[in-house]
Structure formats: structure tokens, C-alpha cells
């Protein structure tokens, strides 16, 4: 029996023959089927640009906006269910929710190509009060190179507290660490997110990354 | 009252300078070589540790997380409130006799500052036996907390106590209220929120102490423990003591005080046990038990308000569906997780419901007239003996209406199936012998 990461109900893992038949030791998965079903997956119809849960595969209307070439996936919707892992995990503060989704977040920066991964950074304040970096939480021993920092002081209001115009008008947030270049130059660069909501944050940082000399930017969220 | 008077008897995170008599304490503790959270008293596990290396604690994450960067502040309890008339009491209701008698032993017990027990049946009008004790209690200034472990307890007493005790000011507490707290001499509150007060109550009235999930959280019996003062005393309510509870009374460490007959003279509705072999199958099949059918359309034609429990939130749907192709409309469906859930009681109470179909959620605390019960799978584990007793005490508590069927459909006769008849059966038998008139 384990016990599920995020209701705390003890479970059993299914087990199929499949996985016997593997002979590998058996996957211990952290959350249970009930809660793994609170979230879902973005299947294959999604926008080629920001990859957007929708019905057809053609650019979404608010990228179409955007007018630029973003290329992001994400892995599941940003629906009521990852709503309230976000509320518990982020806003709430329990850094142990991160185990949860740490498997399917692995699974997805496999399926991406790349050669420097850059999680988004957070700013001085929110490290003091929250006490861990959401995004990074989610990495299990994948090399990742902190080339972002926070410029701008601590935000009154967080950007998840913002109208889509309020957050299309924010100014650029980030800035290189210094001896960054060196690590960015012709590189291949993944940006990691937890939730794609406007584009605005991410499109400024991969501005700052394409300052730094990289030949590509791509990014991967948890949440669409 | 100064805008202090908030950390009266409380602990919080927040700080108010300047406030006199303040102490102060880490909020999570250092013990050997393991850490302690001084709110709930819960060891921290040791994979608890933000990357910043702050211990956090995750078992009362819900009142907003604790790291051992933060501090916990209160100010002992000052009692300071205005002299009562009468100890505030509205009330111009009537105690039967019976209810005098027990009225009078817990009264005693609480101003003896004794750790006690009050057993009565479903409907014997526990919250009324404790007003007399109550009035006194405050008129002495004292301050008391009246909790429970289910918000809906809570909530249908806040109404009735704000009736009841005019001359009291109130607040009522639990997880998302709408009022923001505020000092005053009797908090209505669910259990975890006691986690929030340290030592400053002198009397804690505990309702449905065997309910879920205080029964099985020593977090939450620890929290009983810590927010009374050290010379304060708890009253527990309930109809269904637990094996703790009754062990306690066996060796005199709790005062009890018996009440085996409801309010009205009547005796307790006995559980009908129908044996229904595979109905889960036969559910399955879109079929409910027949026996069963034919009762719940009884009631449905005559326009009886009857409640259906079923073991787990996943039957809900299916039951209400072959609910639906049965013809019998006009019922709704209410689980733990339901947005609605207050409204949908609400309407059902005020009929405007026939049916309510539901989970075990609804099995104490709650009163709707003249309603009538079914239980499908009684035999399941979720159906614990406290439970099917409470589900069945839901059935005549009116007195114009003492009669009501309770109907229990399982696939066997299961151990704590038959525990609860005996149970009802011998609450009966000591009933009678108090005068107690069968429906």
C-alpha cells in the first residue's frame, strides 16, 4: 500500500502484466487513481503554437494575436482540478505535492528537444515567504542552469491576480545573470513554466534568452 | 474591546506590537532530534523540508502553512467580558422532566469542573439539557467554546443558539466562513479551529464526539486538550459512545450522565433489516432491490420526504438514475464535496425535495420533519454501528410525527448490522422502564 501525496487515502498501485513482464522494479506512482483523474492530460489536438487543449489542430485565435513564432507545449489543462493543486502546492505552500506530478513532468521534458533547460526564476520576496521554487520542485535530478534572475522589486499583486490586459502591459521582469552568454550561445534552450495563461511572461523571458545568443527557445509548461 | 483582544486566548503567526501581556513561541519546535509543530502538536516528517531549509508542517497546512521561520502569539486568556442578566438566555422553552433531571446532573458536573459525558438518544434534545448548565456557565464569565466536528452540526446550531442565547455575543467559526473572527465569550466552531486558540476556554462543549473525523484524529483530541484552560472542563455530546468513551466511563474517569428517552416519550424507530443478496449486482443490472422499490414508492405516492444513503459517492449517480427510470422524481443528490450541499438540505428541509439521496454526511446532526429512511448496503464498512444508529435516529423526532420506518437493505446480516439493533433494542428496553411509549 502507499499513500497518495495529495488526499493522504492509502492505495494500491495497479499492476499489470505488462510490468511484470518488464522485470523492472514496479513503478510507485504518488497519487492515486481519484486524484491522478483530477487532472487532465492534453491530448494531440492542441494548438501547434502555445498547445492549447482545443478541438482542431490549427494556431489558437490568441496566438494568431500574438503574431510571433512561440513554440510551448504543456502537459495538462489548466482546469478546476490543476486549479486546486496549484492553490495547494503554490499558494498553500506544500512542497511536498511537488512528488506528485514529478513523474508526468519527466515523461514530457523527454519527449522535448534541447540542450539547456531554464526553469522561470522567482523573486527574492516569494523565495523568503514561499520557500522553494515551484518549477524546480518538479525536476528529479535533471540539469537545469539558473540563466534567469528576477530585476523587478517584489510585484504587489501576483500576476494569477491580474486582468489578461494588466498582464499583457507588465514590463519586462527578467534579466541575464551575469556569465550567462557563455553557458546560451548557440544553444538550444528550453524554458519551464507552471502555467501558460496570457504568454506574457514566457515570451519575455525567452526575449532575454535570444539576448544571450541562443539559437532556439522553446518552452514547456505543466499547465495549459 | 481593543484591537488586541484578538490574540485573547488565540495563537497566530501575526504579530500585534505593542500589545501588552504578549508571549510569543516558536511555531515549530525542536524535540530531540525530531521537530514538533506547537499548533496541531504533529511531528514534522522528516522529507518536510523546503529547499530554503525551513521545516514546514503539513498535517494543519489548511490554517495556513507554518515553517519554523515563523512565530506563534497569544495572549492569556483575560476573561474580559460584560456581566450577563441570566447568562443571556432567551429560551422560554420547557425541559420535560426527564430532560430537567439530566439538565440538572450536567450542571452540576460543569460547575464541578468535571470531565463528563452526556449520553442521549437521537432526539432526547441534547442542545436544550445543556442550556440551563450554559446560561450559568456564562453568567459566572466564563468562556465557552460549543464544537463540533461537522460543519453542519455547526451550522444548524449557530441559528438556534443565536435564538436562543440573545444576550450572548457569538461567532461562529469554520474552514471558509464569511465573518472574519471576532473576541467574544461563545465561539461556535468545528473542531480544527480549535487548533487556532491555546488554553482559553473554561468549558468546551464537544457535539457528536464520536463523529468522523474527530473519532480517529488525535491531532484533534490534542486540540480539545490544549485550547481549554488548565482548570477547564469538556462536556461530550453524543448518542453513540465510542469503545474510549465507554471504557472511560467503566473506570471513572468521565462523569456520564444517561438520557435513554427522546424528548417526546417515544421510543427510538427499530431498524427493519431486509436482506437483499447481490444488490450491488443487481444494481449494476439498473435494478434496485425490490422490496426496496416497492417502499420508496410507498412513501413517494403518499408524499413522504424520505432520505436513501448509500455506502460511497461513486453509487450516487447510479442510484439516482435507476431512481429516475423508476418514475420517482423530484430528489437530488448531496455529498461531501457538493457545492450546493448547504442549499440542497436546506430546500430538502423546506420541501422542496421529495427524496434525498446521500452518503453518510447526513447521518447526524440533522433534522427534517416527518422524513422516512432507507439504508442501501447497510452491511458496508463505511456503515459503522454509531452510524446506522444516528441514521436511524433521524426518524420521529417531531412530536406530532413519532412514528417513521427505517429500512436497512444488505447483502448479509453483518456483525455491526446486528450491533446497531441490539443497540437500539436495549436504548429501548431502558426507555421503557422510564415510561417510554412505543409508536
Known sequence: ?224 | MTAFSDLFGRRSPVPLPGAPGMVTSHAIAAVGQRWQCQRCNQWIAATDRLPNGDWYCRTCLQLGRLTSRDRLYTIPEPNRFARLVAGGLTWHGQLSPLQMQAAQAVRKHALGGQRQLLWAVTGAGKTEIVYPALADALARGWRVAWVSPRIDVCLELAPRLQRDFGGVEQCVLYGGQPVPYHYCQLTICTTHQLLRFDQAFDWIIVDEVDAFPLATSPMLQVAIDRAQKAQGSCLYLTATPGERLQREIKQRKLAVTYLPLRYHGYLLPRLQLKISWRWRQQLRRGRLPAGLQRQLRLWWTTRRPFLVFVPHVADLPVVMAVLMQAGLSGGTTVHAADPDRQAKVQAFREGHYHFLLTTTILERGVTFPKVAVAILGADDPVFSTAALVQIAGRVGRLASDPGGQVLACCHSNARHVQRARAMITRLNRQGRRQGGRPC
Open chain 1, 1 to 224: 500500500m502507499l499513500t497518495c501525496v495529495w488526499c493522504g487515502r492509502a492505495f494500491a498501485p495497479a499492476i499489470t502484466v505488462t510490468m511484470i513482464w518488464q522485470w523492472r522494479p514496479l513503478p510507485q506512482p504518488a497519487l492515486c487513481k481519484t486524484c491522478r483523474d483530477r487532472l487532465t492530460p492534453i491530448s494531440p489536438q492542441h494548438c501547434p503554437q502555445c498547445g492549447r487543449q482545443q478541438t482542431t489542430v490549427e494556431v489558437c485565435r490568441d496566438c494568431r494575436r500574438w503574431q510571433d513564432s512561440l513554440y510551448n507545449r504543456a502537459v495538462y489543462r489548466y482546469d478546476a482540478g490543476m486549479k486546486a493543486y496549484m492553490q495547494q502546492y503554490k499558494f498553500q505552500g506544500d512542497y511536498r505535492l511537488r512528488l506528485g506530478l514529478q513523474a508526468a513532468l519527466r515523461t514530457a521534458l523527454d519527449r522535448m528537444d534541447y540542450d539547456i533547460l531554464v526553469p522561470i526564476p522567482i523573486d527574492e520576496r516569494t523565495w523568503q515567504t514561499r520557500g522553494f521554487n515551484q518549477v524546480t520542485g518538479w525536476l528529479t535530478g535533471q540539469h537545469f542552469q539558473q540563466a534567469l534572475a528576477v530585476t523587478a522589486t517584489h510585484k504587489d499583486r501576483p500576476q494569477s491576480a491580474k486582468t489578461r490586459q494588466e498582464r499583457l502591459l507588465t514590463p519586462q521582469p527578467f534579466e541575464l545573470v551575469t556569465g550567462a552568454s557563455d553557458l546560451l550561445v548557440n544553444q538550444r534552450v528550453l524554458l519551464l513554466d507552471d502555467v501558460y495563461t496570457t504568454g506574457r511572461t514566457l515570451r519575455h523571458a525567452a526575449q532575454q534568452i535570444y539576448l544571450g545568443g541562443a539559437k532556439a527557445v522553446t518552452s514547456l509548461t505543466l499547465a495549459r
